[in-house]
């Protein structure tokens, strides 16, 4: 599914497909979800820097898995909260926190 169809679909529902895609480390799917010049925290990194950053993290966390606790679509904003239940790789302390994330669906 494109950006443009997507524009078209529940934005809840791809954010949920975009989340199973991310537990499944499904990274050629990935690009169904994520722009070739995706900003991360204010810098572009790109698809290809995405999919590493999440790469790393799965290897870092072996046990990572996004939890959707709450989530929220207006137009083309969508805002969840995420759950995160899992143990770092170099301690194998848990880790249990949640975050917030707010994103802007464009076509293009």
């Excluded at 698809?47 to 990572?64: N, T």
């Excluded at 302390?93 to 076509?107: D, G, I, M, Q, R």
Aim: charged content about 25%.
């Amino acid at each position: 599914m494109g950006i443009n169809a997507m524009m078209k679909a529940d934005l809840s529902d791809v954010y949920r497909d975009y989340i199973a895609c991310l537990n499944r480390q499904d990274w050629p799917t990935l690009e169904q979800f994520v722009d070739d010049d995706v900003c991360y925290n204010g810098q572009r990194i790109g698809l290809s820097g995405y999919r590493g950053m999440l790469e790393r993290d799965f290897s870092e966390i072996p046990d990572l898995h996004f939890n959707i606790q709450l989530l929220m679509s207006d137009g083309d904003y969508i805002a969840s909260w995420l759950a995160f239940d899992c143990s770092l790789s170099c301690s194998r302390s848990p880790v249990n926190t949640l975050a917030e994330c707010l994103k802007k669906f464009t076509a293009g």
